[in-house]
């Protein structure tokens, strides 16, 4: 016997449960998990709850997102916005853009997961291209520099953040590679 | 057609929200954003209360017409707290000749008062040869008034993995009518010096109006 619970519903308890105190505490405590747990898994709950989307309402935004443009549009946006040091600093000082953190990043996975299947193969690889190459980057950038970024945050802590994004990174690019030249799917991205 | 309205308020929009939150694209990190907050607004320092190294109290009130140097410390600091007091007495020492350098003062304030007693502070002192005739360092006299002093300069102290502190560190300019005015990096010396000087010079120029 299965039990019904709506995935929603699901989905809604896991967003509350990380806006709890304790935990969102717990997970803001380092930059690592705050930046590598936190924040992607309130995108992948909105990226969930986009796939979810009653079909009327997909109906309805569909004119307005063609091809997934105005969607991916505010995604780049919103993760831009959260890679600003000071916007990652303020999160855990301030509780009004530690709100905006719960509300935009949900909402930016939930845009991601309606416009993506629909975006161009061409810009999905642009796309695509251009986060892998933004973790190479910032894991560079954080490794070599000698201050820290966020106040918030000791320089061990993002020399490690360094660490896991050139890891993660180069990991994704031995996946694509194998995908490209030998047709081994590791991944599904 | 709908589509493209769209993507254009979302982009304009979203353009707009980066710009402002990075105060122009000059500020992107906290550390940033206090300078040039401070720097755009200059903000009137509250009278706190404080004790120093000679456990007498004094206000912020008590130093009015000076130009006060405060950085923030805790005795048992192996590394960055060393470096700011390090440069703060080659400040004193350099400034020791000038002509207005009894405008001129130095205020360690330390983010650790339980340890921090005014024996430790005075022993910290004496460690970098500082002049105390204007070289106080001092603790605030209850927790709140700490909370406060911190939260007003924006100084964020978050414990590390060995027992001690990583604190944002700089030197926090006071004007001779008690505001905050600027703040400098530890990279920024030769810049704070140049504002030291000038704005020396210009207390001198006020006073012979």
């Given amino acids: 016997m299965r039990l019904k619970i709506k995935p929603e519903k699901l989905l809604l308890a896991a967003l509350i449960i990380l806006a709890l105190p304790p935990i969102q505490h717990f997970l803001e405590q380092s930059m690592v998990t705050h930046m590598l747990v936190q924040l992607p898994a309130l ?22 997102n063609r091809w997934g443009i105005t969607g991916m ?9 959260w890679m600003l040091p000071r916007a990652l600093d303020a999160a855990v000082s301030e509780w009004h853009i530690e709100l905006a953190k719960f509300i935009s990043v949900p909402a930016m996975g939930i845009a991601l997961g309606i416009s993506w299947p629909q975006l161009n193969p061409i810009a999905q690889g642009v796309l695509k291209l251009e986060f892998w190459a933004t973790f190479m980057r910032l894991g560079w950038l954080y490794l070599d520099l000698p ?33 490209v030249m030998f047709g081994i799917r590791i991944i599904n991205t | ?42 903000r009137p320092v509250p009278d706190w209360q404080l004790q120093n190294q000679d456990a007498e109290t004094f206000t912020f ?12 410390i805790y005795t048992s600091c192996p590394d960055v707290c060393l470096i700011l007091s390090g440069n703060l007495k080659n400040l004193q020492k350099d400034f020791a000749a000038e002509e207005n350098s009894d405008k001129l003062r130095f205020l360690s304030i330390t983010f650790d008062p339980e340890k921090d007693t005014p024996q ?27 909370k406060a002093i911190l939260d007003f300069f924006k100084v964020i102290v978050i414990p590390d993995e060995y027992g001690g502190y990583t604190h944002s560190a700089g030197y926090h300019i006071i004007s001779p009518d008690g505001k905050l005015v600027a703040i400098f990096g530890m990279e920024q010396m030769d810049e704070l010096r ?9 207390q001198d120029n006020a006073s012979e109006n």
């Fill in chain 2, 120 to 146: 430790r502070l005075k022993e910290h002192l004496s460690h970098f040869s500082a002049d105390f005739k204007n070289w106080v360092a001092a603790r605030p006299t209850s927790s709140s008034q700490k």
């Fill in chain 1, 43 to 64: 995108t992948v709950i909105g990226w969930m709850l986009g796939r979810a989307l009653p079909e009327n309402w997909s109906n309805k935004i569909a004119p307005w």
């Fill in chain 2, 61 to 72: 009130q008590d130093w009015h017409g000076y130009f006060i140097v405060v950085d923030f």
């Fill in chain 2, 194 to 202: 140049a504002y030291l000087n000038q704005a020396l010079e210009g």
């Fill in chain 1, 73 to 81: 549009t505010f995604v780049v946006i919103i993760m831009a916005y």
């Fill in chain 1, 147 to 179: 201050d820290r970024l966020c106040a918030n945050y000791l320089l061990s802590d993002q020399r490690i953040m360094g660490q896991l994004l050139l890891l993660i990174g180069s990991a994704w690019a031995i996946a694509w590679m194998l995908r």
């Fill in chain 2, 1 to 42: 057609m709908r589509t493209f309205l769209a993507t254009f308020f979302v982009a304009i929009s979203g353009v707009l929200i980066l710009w402002l939150s990075t105060d122009g694209g000059r500020a992107f990190t906290a550390e940033e954003a206090r300078r040039l907050e401070i720097r755009e607004n200059p």
